[in-house]
DNA sequence: TATTTAGTTCTCTAATTGCAGAACCAAAAA
DNA sequence: TTTTTGGTTCTGCAATTAGAGAACTAAATA
């Protein structure tokens, strides 16, 4: 198998994103996840992976297990071949949206487990919080009307 | 100025909360965001954050004016008084979230640079990107129109 | 003018992170 | 049986973070 080369441009889109996904996970692994979207090949051996980075293996393998264990990433094997090859999981990227809207519910909950303890006293910051609150139930109730409606769309 | 009292449930609440704010706030900020929403008195001094959460006045300094640089607070003066009162600007909420959507925007313009340097060899995949662009570019556009709902609802 | 107040800034340190490099290991190949 | 492959785990360190404490400062007060 010929050697993994990437081009300027891959290289530097390898690190735009990278940062943008620092927020979120550790410099390794964000490169790494970026390297998996921007690869012409798109599943990638550990050494593969290590060399084109320029990564030792320890951050290679931890970097490798916790995108695994994110459900970033995941990877197949093929037959009389003992290598594993790494791919990007992004195609999940519905599920991963519909978690990601999770996070309505759980600032509402906060939300209104501070809205529940407060005062009577401090009137219009409760009255600001609970539409705060409103809003977030509203978002998370409204969410799977838009994604049926993108489904729709899609036909 | 009787000095501030937090009972127990609030102090539980502001590691709750402290806790999620981590993610994306340091330590220091991120319990004075919490306080400031969980405190009976919603205008509090410098002094009085220090004392409550026992910061020294090097990390309640600085942890106030970063907060105040993110506009994650605000704070007034009054008459004849030096000290600041410090509060939260959880009532601009509506600003916070409309930028948190521009996030949409970010994300799809960073997957559509991936997707446009990608080589044809990999149709699947490609395929798969633009389709989350595409449910990106939906979700932007209808933002504007999920807010409009909620504005006609609430009256 | 001297002191107090309300912070800010500087210096230093403890703790944590992020990773390299080496040692290690189990399964497969030779 | 020995060696190679494809990693994993351990040890240690350099860099960064998070915040304490003390020195400092500018404005207000006495």
Redesign the interface.
């Known amino acids: 198998m010929d050697s993994l080369k990437l081009n300027d441009?891959?290289l530097a889109?390898i690190e735009?994103?990278g940062l943008?996904f620092e927020s979120g996970l550790q410099p390794a692994p964000a490169r790494i996840a970026a390297l998996l979207?921007?690869s012409?090949r798109?599943e990638l051996t550990f050494d593969e992976i290590r060399e084109v980075l320029n990564l030792s293996k320890s951050a290679t393998s931890n970097a490798l297990n916790f995108l695994l264990s994110m459900q970033r990433i995941e990877y197949i094997t093929k037959p009389g071949d003992r290598k594993r090859y790494f791919k990007s999981n992004?195609?999940d990227?519905?599920e991963n949206?519909k978690t990601k809207f999770l996070e309505f519910e759980?600032v509402n909950a906060?939300m209104r487990?501070?809205l529940d303890?407060?005062?009577h006293?401090?009137k219009d910051?409760n009255q600001?919080?609970e539409?705060?609150i409103?809003?977030l139930g509203?978002?998370h109730s409204?969410i799977p009307a838009?994604f049926k409606?993108?489904e729709q769309?899609?036909k």
Chains 1, 2 share one sequence.
């Open positions: 441009k891959q889109l735009k994103l943008f979207l921007v012409d798109l992004i195609s990227w519905k949206m759980k906060l487990e501070v303890q407060r005062p006293s401090t910051f600001g919080l539409e705060f409103n809003f509203f978002m409204e838009l409606k993108w769309l899609k």
